[in-house]
């Protein structure tokens, strides 16, 4: 069993920074795959970005490429969101994800395992 706290949300204006961490417990973190998501109200969860256990392969949402970054330390258990240059659109709950089953990145909310409890980011105009 794996638990999932994210933390570093919160409100920012337009073209500013913000870090989200998600710190895991459990001696797996390190083989699992991770995944950031998010959801705001009246849309579907959206795939932001994911990385694999060794951080060798990394995929991002067309949306989010060139602006956001993420990585992992594994002896931290933690995974981190580096997201610049916020627009308005990238307000919603951002939740982190593992994936204990694949060697390689997923897309698919379904293929995710476990979830944290999600942070809320708000980009201001």
């Known amino acids: 069993q794996v638990q999932l706290v994210e933390s570093g949300g919160g409100v920012v204006q337009a073209g500013g920074s913000l870090e989200l961490s998600c710190a895991a417990s459990?001696?797996?973190?390190?083989?699992?795959?991770m995944g950031w998501f998010r959801h705001s109200p009246g849309t579907e969860r959206e795939f932001v970005a994911a990385i694999t256990w060794s951080g060798l392969s990394i995929v991002y949402a067309d949306s989010v490429k060139g602006r956001f970054t993420i990585s992992r330390d594994n002896a931290k258990n933690t995974v981190y969101l580096q997201m610049n240059g916020l627009k308005p659109e990238d307000t919603a709950v951002y939740y982190c994800?593992?994936?204990?089953?694949?060697?390689?990145?997923?897309?698919?909310?379904?293929?995710?395992?476990?979830w944290g409890q999600g942070t809320q980011v708000t980009v201001s105009s």
């Open positions: 459990g001696r797996m973190f390190s083989s699992y795959a």
């Open positions: 994800a593992a994936d204990r089953s694949r060697s390689e990145t997923s897309t698919d909310a379904r293929d995710y395992d476990y």
